[in-house]
């Protein structure tokens, strides 16, 4: 059974940082491309960031430089380590695992509020 789970999310002031987690199961973590998507109230599930298995990493063009996505195949880990964040950061951020299939996790939520 596939499971990814996000974890790091929470309320933080414009400016400021937060990390991301996701920890893979049931899958050759090693294999696959890894991502986090997020989505905003009414709005589309967007790519924020993609890292593969020999890590190439890829960024939507409003995360580059803030954003840094990395991954840690030995403990079947993926982390978004995100600063600088602001008011339109907010939204659920979600952890994907595709290799021939692609999976989903639940979601962890991000707020930028002051």
């Known amino acids: 059974q596939v499971q990814l789970v996000e974890s790091g999310g929470g309320l933080v002031q414009p400016g400021g940082s937060l990390r991301l987690s996701c920890a893979a199961s049931?899958?050759?973590?090693?294999?696959?491309?890894m991502g986090w998507y997020r989505q905003a109230p009414g709005k589309q599930r967007e790519l924020v960031a993609l890292?593969?298995?020999?890590?190439?990493?890829i960024y939507a063009d409003s995360m580059k430089g803030r954003f840094t996505i990395s991954r840690d195949n030995g403990k079947s880990t993926l982390h978004l380590q995100m600063n600088s964040l602001k008011a339109e950061d907010t939204a659920v951020y979600y952890c994907?695992?595709?290799?021939?299939?692609?999976?989903w996790g639940q979601g962890t939520q991000v707020t930028v509020s002051s």
């Open positions: 994907s695992a595709e290799y021939v299939h692609k999976y």
């Open positions: 049931g899958i050759g973590f090693s294999f696959y491309t």
């Open positions: 890292i593969s298995s020999s890590m190439d990493t």
